[in-house]
């Protein structure tokens, strides 16, 4: 079977996302798009051989749309969300699920009342294999037991738009999961430090160090610089008891002349993580048949916006805050 999937959101990821569904993952069509900035979605729509719609309920309620891909701004992800699960339509919806706590429980209370799971939130990096193998060290124990983890996001720039608060929710919110997925274990405090801002960083306090502590007390540090100018590096380091899991910087590779060796770092997420985002979109497909999606799900989604919002506070207060997370519906066990 061929399953027929709306998306809505034809910006950066959008395009990309709709794009490799189109021609680089088996057992799926795009068939209809959405986008406020209707020419782009034309012109997306166009290149994958699908319809433009008039709104994001046109392509929700599309009886030739099976399965839907939101990749529109993270503040209209709940309002889509929960149309689509109104509509008993799967969901791949990119983080956040929310930027509030507020409307992500709404979210899962309409996944709980559904009966079935329906979402799964766009957290790649559990489909990127230096991650996965990071996870297969610890998991099969030959590391010992989870002691630090150490975390690096940095991107080469980012718009004046992109505040030190979107420096948590937009993109620490990616080591939120990370840390959640890896150690199998929820974060229960989270501090925030903003020391001596670049001078390449306008007006936000860049680089921030985050702290989490983990409720079974493993540490976990992440350096946010968004503005480190020379390319994009994310990757992480597992301190276990026994031995360390880590990945190397990614690189394109080397080019060695004149008596030196340079090797080239990745401009951004779309390079660093495109075989992530093809395992992810592969794996949702393959997943629209039975109904078992293994990604991160809507309960993932509202913890990392609770780890976030928690992150923001203690920026604003300087201190050490507890995460407070709702209690874990049984439909969620072992999602
Ligand atoms: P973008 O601004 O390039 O694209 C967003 C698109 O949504 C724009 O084309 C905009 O016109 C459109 N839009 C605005 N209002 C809309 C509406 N009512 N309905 C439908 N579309 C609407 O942003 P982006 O970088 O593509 O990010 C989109 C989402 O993807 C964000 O939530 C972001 O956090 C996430 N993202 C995730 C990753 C990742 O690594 N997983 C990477 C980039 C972005
Ligand atoms: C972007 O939205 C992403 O999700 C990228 O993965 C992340 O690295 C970047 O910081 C975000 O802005």
Not at 97 to 106: F, I, M, N, V
Not at 242 to 248: L, N, P
Not at 262 to 280: K, L
Not at 303 to 313: D, F, I, N, S
Request: proline share 4%.
């Amino acid at each position: 079977m061929v399953f027929r999937v709306g998306v809505i959101g034809t910006g950066n990821i959008g395009t990309d996302h709709a794009n490799r569904i189109a021609s680089q993952v088996s057992g799926a069509d795009v068939v209809a798009v959405f986008d406020v900035a209707t020419e782009r979605a034309k012109e997306v729509a166009s290149g994958v051989g699908a319809v433009a719609h008039a709104t994001d309920g046109d392509v929700i309620n599309d009886p030739e749309v099976d399965a839907v891909l939101i990749a529109s701004p993270g503040e209209l992800h709940a309002e889509q969300v929960l149309a689509c699960i109104d509509a008993g339509k799967p969901v791949l919806c990119e983080k956040p699920l929310a930027p509030t706590t507020a409307e992500c429980l709404k979210v899962i209370e309409a996944e709980v009342a559904a009966g079935r799971q329906l979402v799964q939130l766009g957290f790649m990096r559990r489909y990127d294999a230096a991650y996965v193998e990071v996870k297969a060290a610890l998991d099969s124990g030959d590391i010992g037991e989870a002691l630090m983890l150490h975390c690096l996001h940095r991107n080469p720039t980012a718009p004046d738009w992109f505040t030190s608060d979107l420096a948590l929710t937009d993109s620490v919110v990616h080591e939120v999961d990370t840390s959640r997925w890896l150690l199998g274990d929820e974060i229960a405090t989270v501090t925030v430090l903003a020391g001596k801002p670049s001078p390449k960083a306008g007006s936000a306090q860049d680089p921030q160090l985050v702290v989490f502590e983990m409720a079974s007390g493993v540490l976990v540090t992440v350096e946010s610089f968004i503005h480190a100018q020379y390319g994009y590096d994310v990757r992480c380091e597992l301190v276990g008891s026994e031995g360390v899991a880590s990945m190397d910087t990614p690189t394109l590779g080397a080019v060695t002349r004149r008596g030196g060796r340079t090797t080239v770092v990745p401009p951004d997420w779309r390079v660093r993580f495109g075989s992530a985002y093809q395992a992810e979109l592969q794996a949702w497909v393959d997943s629209l048949a039975s109904g078992e999606f293994h990604g991160a799900s809507a309960w993932d989604g509202y913890a990392a916006t609770a780890v976030a919002e928690a992150g923001l506070r203690a920026r604003a207060e300087g201190a050490r805050v507890a995460v407070e997370l709702v209690d874990r519906p049984s439909f969620y066990a072992g999602k």
